[in-house]
């Protein structure tokens, strides 16, 4: 089993919508955790930290549940300029290597 | 500022030659990491020096990898007699104390 798992997609929304990904890790020494952005063929760019009281950024909202191990992205009003993959991240505690998700590709339509 | 470089961003070799990949991370960050991220795969840790500590090489999914870091800056990704399921985009990042900025990455492809 991989340490985190995401649907990878691909997920096609027209503009406007609202779009939510999910992820799910399997340690539970999990530590800290991140949306990460990469667009083709770019290095991914972090998105935002997820943290257990959830947080917001703009259009994205990103939830942590520690009990059930699972990580969301809520991206509201979603615009062309959104499409990318979009990549769950987790850091292992007493390890600084980050653990990526395979990642969520996603395309918004005009 | 300057970001995380890489060279070569393109690597064209043939299977069973040695390679080296370069990275020169932000200034003054202490923290160095190789990834590899394969055609349809995800992200993979190879190898992640910190400071003048030794360096966490759990990721390296062989022997012929290898990784040095000089003076505590400019890193070398050496993989030797390579192979073809070698072929991915190998990314560098550095850190100080938080976010992993990462280059451009250098695309390897063994024929």
């Known amino acids: 089993r991989k340490e985190v798992e995401q649907d990878p997609g691909p997920f096609n929304v027209p503009e406007g919508a609202t779009v939510a990904f999910n992820c799910t890790y399997s340690?539970?020494?999990?530590?800290?955790f991140f949306w990460y952005r990469q667009d083709c063929r770019k290095e991914p760019k972090l998105l935002m930290s997820?943290?257990?009281s959830g947080n917001e950024d703009g259009r994205f909202t990103a939830q942590l549940n520690r009990a059930s191990q699972y990580i969301s992205l809520l991206i509201r009003d979603s615009k062309l300029s959104d499409s990318a993959t979009y990549l769950c991240?987790?850091?292992?505690?007493?390890?600084?290597?980050?653990?990526f998700g395979q990642g969520t590709r996603l395309t918004i339509n005009p | 500022g300057a970001g995380v470089s890489q060279s070569p961003s393109n690597k064209v070799t043939e299977k069973g030659k040695d390679v080296e990949l370069r990275c020169d991370p932000i200034?003054?960050?202490?923290?160095l990491y190789w990834y590899r991220q394969s055609l349809g795969q995800g992200l993979e840790f190879l190898i992640y020096?910190?400071?003048?500590?030794?360096?966490?090489k759990s990721g390296l999914p062989s022997d012929r990898f290898s990784a040095e870091r000089t003076g505590g800056s400019v890193s070398t990704l050496t993989i030797q007699r390579t192979q073809q399921e070698d072929s991915a985009v190998y990314l560098c990042?550095?850190?100080?104390?938080?976010?992993?900025?990462f280059g451009p990455g250098t695309r390897l492809t063994v024929l």
């Open positions: 997820v943290y257990s």
């Open positions: 991240v987790v850091t292992i505690q007493g390890a600084q290597k980050l653990v």
């Open positions: 990042a550095s850190s100080s104390q938080g976010e992993q900025f």
């Open positions: 340690n539970s020494a999990s530590q800290s």
């Open positions: 200034s003054g960050h202490t923290a």
């Open positions: 020096f910190q400071g003048n500590s030794a360096p966490d």
